[in-house]
């Protein structure tokens, strides 16, 4: 089945000690984003590419990258995570055509700790 | 701005109670409607969509119909099940640039 799938599902890192989660997509999607969540609250966008154009949200804090390789991955850099950054990230796919775009298509997430 | 507007939870029920969530939203031009849902733990999962007025999503023995009139896509189920238990979101895809707009979240708990 053509999915969404983010690793690891569950991540423990140190405070100030870089991380990466990545995602990955079968659906061939030109559209990937990348949203925090806290405690079950709305999802906040971070950053999305359409293809290989990356756009980053106004309030997304400089600690925040964002990769993306080829199509079928991404991945979310948190250069120095503070105890704040503990949440969910979720990576969500859509497709975007001209004047229209698809549903987007979500990941399991990432459940971030930070010691 | 475009926003999204839904009920306040938790909403607790018993096993095979009927359920509405209301959701009502403010948007420019003729948005997509969506229902997600996220069981615990878990990513969010899309639930039922509708693209334009009147369209009536559904899934799962869950309905939402896209009302232009009330600005509203309000989700409904005939009998809900323990397995229902989850926090149902609401988000409007903007037409200024196609990111998902989000209600504030809607905890259900079905007791049974």
């Known amino acids: 089945d053509a999915m969404v799938i983010q690793n690891p599902r569950y991540q423990v890192t140190q405070f100030g000690k870089p991380v990466t989660l990545s995602c990955s997509q079968t659906?061939?999607?030109?559209?990937m984003y990348w949203y925090q969540q806290k405690s079950s609250q709305a999802p906040k966008l971070l950053f999305h590419?359409?293809?290989?154009?990356?756009?980053n949200e106004a309030d997304t804090p400089d600690n925040f990258q964002s990769r993306r390789p080829n199509t079928s991955f991404c991945f979310l850099d948190i250069r120095s995570p503070g105890l704040g950054d503990a949440a969910m990230y979720l990576c969500?796919?859509?497709?975007?055509?001209?004047?229209?775009?698809?549903?987007?298509?979500f990941g399991p997430g990432t459940r971030l700790t930070v010691l | 701005g475009d926003s999204v507007t839904q009920m306040e939870g938790p909403v607790t029920l018993s096993e095979e109670a009927f359920l509405t969530i209301n959701c009502t939203y403010t948007a420019t031009g003729y948005p997509s409607l969506f229902w997600y849902v996220q069981y615990p733990g878990e990513g969010l999962q899309l639930l039922l969509k509708?693209?334009?007025a009147d369209d009536k999503g559904s899934n799962k023995g869950f309905e939402a119909t896209y009302r232009k009139e009330t600005t509203s896509f309000h989700l409904e189920k005939g009998s809900v099940q323990v397995s229902d238990s989850a926090v149902y979101f609401c988000?409007?895809?903007?037409?200024?640039?196609?990111?998902?707009?989000w209600g504030a979240g809607t905890k259900l708990i079905i007791k049974p």
């Open positions: 590419y359409y293809d290989k154009d990356f756009n």
């Open positions: 988000a409007l895809s903007a037409s200024s640039n196609y990111q998902l707009i």
């Open positions: 969500a796919t859509s497709r975007l055509t001209s004047g229209s775009t698809d549903t987007q298509y």
């Open positions: 509708a693209t334009k």
């Open positions: 659906l061939n999607h030109n559209v």
